[in-house]
């Protein structure tokens, strides 16, 4: 390692590192590893689909461990399990047992009479206050009316680190925000090279953040558990690559369980072409959640109805999209004249 600058080094030697001060590259591999080797030990059983994900089941039990770094989450239908997990896993590692989950990585659990809400109040207010816009006047919508961004127009910023980080930020913000998705999209093209009509355009953002600070998504029981999907695109949205931005939403039961946003990476001839490029998307998602929820033990999630509406060649023309238990698709398209 190089030799600190207030030490003199005339002959450029170098110094031997013979212990790590901060944990080597490899620290973080061998955590996980010791980790896993320690609940497939207890019994888990690693999701194929979220190598994070770890499943004991049982014919009447179910319980459920979620790892990211070294933040845990136990939860499942026998209490005596979970106590017995949290138990071997302190008698190792010594854990830190904050009982009954409030705050997560961000994320702000409230508990209701009908449901869960997860919100990022505490993560939007800190996002205003760093970027001076705890007192501005809020806005309407996430982008201005007929906002059209292109990456030559306007002045280069002097500094682009603090675009990047508001950008940043907001990106981590659409973990419950389903209403910037579009939005972060839109504004993490220009992370390159920012100018100040890009400037604007995020600060217009944070004045709608600022209206909307107890925005979140609530998560409720449902008396038919099934999984749908909404898939929709922009045609021909990025005017300088003509590119159309794909957009969908997976929903169980009524709760929003995903969601994105993203640009397609082909240029689509036709709007159609375009939509049936977000169906494709859409249902390459649905197929792994559905493969993640056989896992957790639900195998009655078959078909999922996946619906998208295309205004090219029939005026408001709605296909539906049912995934079958062979993972094939069917189509059934309902025209004006409702033709099937």
């Known amino acids: 390692m190089q030799v600190p600058q207030v030490i003199p080094n005339p002959e450029h030697q170098v110094c031997r590192l013979r212990k790590s001060l901060y944990g080597l590259k490899q620290a973080s591999r061998q955590w996980f590893q010791k980790l896993s080797k320690t609940l497939v ?3 888990y059983q690693q999701s194929k689909c979220d190598y994070s994900l770890f499943i004991n089941k049982s014919s009447r039990h179910i319980t459920v461990v979620a790892i990211y770094v070294d933040d845990i989450l136990v939860t499942g239908s026998d209490s005596s399990k979970i106590q017995h997990v949290k138990t071997r896993l302190d008698s190792l590692f010594g854990i830190k047992d904050l009982g009954r989950l409030n705050y997560f990585l961000g ?42 961004l292109v990456p030559t127009e306007g002045t280069l910023l002097s500094d682009p680190t603090v675009y990047r980080t508001l950008i940043g930020k907001l990106n981590f913000l659409t973990h419950t925000r389903l209403d910037l998705s579009f939005t972060v999209q839109t504004l993490s093209q220009f992370m390159q090279s920012p100018r100040d009509s890009h400037l604007q355009a995020l600060h217009h953002t944070l004045r709608y953040v600022k209206g909307t600070t107890d925005h979140g998504i609530v998560l409720k029981g449902s008396d038919q558990l099934r999984i749908q999907a909404y898939s929709d695109s922009d045609w021909a949205a990025c005017l300088s690559t003509r590119r159309s931005v794909s957009g969908y939403v997976v929903l169980l039961g009524s709760s929003p369980i995903n969601w994105r946003s993203k640009k397609q990476g082909t240029v689509s001839r036709s709007s159609s072409e375009a939509e049936y490029r977000a169906m494709a998307q859409t249902a390459s998602e649905v197929t792994w959640l559905v493969k993640l929820f056989g896992d957790l033990g639900v195998h009655s999630l078959k078909p999922v109805p996946l619906t998208i509406t295309i ?22 398209v309902i025209s004006p004249e409702k033709r099937s």
């Open 41 to 43: 030990d207890l019994g």
């Open 107 to 148: 994320l702000e659990v409230v508990y209701l009479d009908d449901g869960i809400f997860l919100s990022q109040r505490k993560f939007t207010q800190e996002l205003l206050v760093h970027s001076g816009f705890v007192d501005c006047t809020p806005a309407v919508t996430p982008l201005p009316l007929n906002c059209k």
């Open 311 to 332: 205004s090219q060649p029939f005026p408001l023309q709605k296909i539906q999209c049912f995934m079958s238990e062979r993972n094939t698709s069917k189509f059934i």
